[in-house]
């Protein structure tokens, strides 16, 4: 996979005329576009046709968090869409997760398309040392993540969301090939907003990341072309 294909660009908007903007500029100089509640709340299942009929790739980030029919059935409905990757929450429990895949697998069999990659969130990475304790886990965020990463891995998904700074002990913990899907990433130097724990996208990538999700630092750039450009040659460069 060359660096172009590692990145994912969030598409945090609401509006057509947003989407279509970014798309347009966008599509040749990344990987995957980045889908979450807000502009699948906004507009549904006619967002994912829009952007796969304009060449780019989706990524549906709705962290599936129910039981495991709701879930499954949910993925089914999705899968059909023609997603090339979505999510559920690993701490939906590994009987959740192993229907999902199964059903993903099936749908996309039935229906002669592609499966798309199935990953899980480990822990969110705007929860901390105090937060994980206060909901009442006795392991620390870091184990947790590797708790977690070794459950989604068993069944049977693809891979993994996590903090760019876990993602070698996943790497190491789970099979190879088992994906890491990162946000949290900044160019040295840019603006931090509200994230926390980042690195910049050479060192996720040196640091295990299969994928880097970025959203304001392109997005919100006076010259987005450029900013994505300048991500990717800042992969290209380790
Ligand atoms: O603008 P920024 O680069 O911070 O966007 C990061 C994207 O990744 C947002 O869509 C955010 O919701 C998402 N994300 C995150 N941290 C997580 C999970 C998802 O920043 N743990």
Redesign the pocket.
């Known amino acids: 996979m060359n660096a172009k294909e590692r990145l994912i660009v ?1 598409l ?1 908007v609401d509006t057509i005329e947003e989407v279509e903007y970014l798309v347009n500029e966008l599509k040749d100089e990344i990987g995957m576009f ?1 889908v ?1 509640l807000q502009l699948y709340t906004s507009m549904g299942n006619d967002i994912i046709a829009y952007i796969k009929q304009r060449g780019g790739k989706v990524f549906l ?1 709705l ?1 599936l968090h129910d039981i495991p029919n709701t879930v499954s059935e949910t993925v089914r409905v999705l899968t059909k869409s023609g997603v090339d990757m979505m999510n559920v929450h690993s701490q939906g429990g590994y009987e959740m997760m192993k229907l999902a895949k199964e059903t993903s697998v099936k749908t996309a069999n039935e229906f002669g398309i592609k499966a798309p990659m199935l990953i899980a ?1 480990t822990i ?3 929860l901390g040392d105090n937060e994980v304790e206060e909901i009442g886990y006795t392991k620390s965020p870091k184990e947790m993540v590797e708790h977690l990463g070794l459950l989604t891995d068993k069944a049977g998904l693809d891979g993994v ?3 760019p700074l876990e993602a070698g002990i996943i790497k190491k913990a789970c099979h190879d090939g088992f994906i890491t899907v990162t ?4 160019l040295a130097g840019g603006d931090v ?3 926390k724990r980042i690195t910049t996208p050479g060192q996720a990538i040196k640091g295990g990341s299969t994928y880097i ?8 750039a006076e010259n987005i072309k450029e900013a994505a450009k300048k991500i990717v040659a800042e992969m290209e460069g380790i």
């Open positions: 969030a945090d980045k979450g980030d962290k969130v969110l990475t705007s969301v996590c903090s946000p949290g990433v900044r907003g509200d994230q999700v970025v959203g304001r630092p392109i997005t919100k």
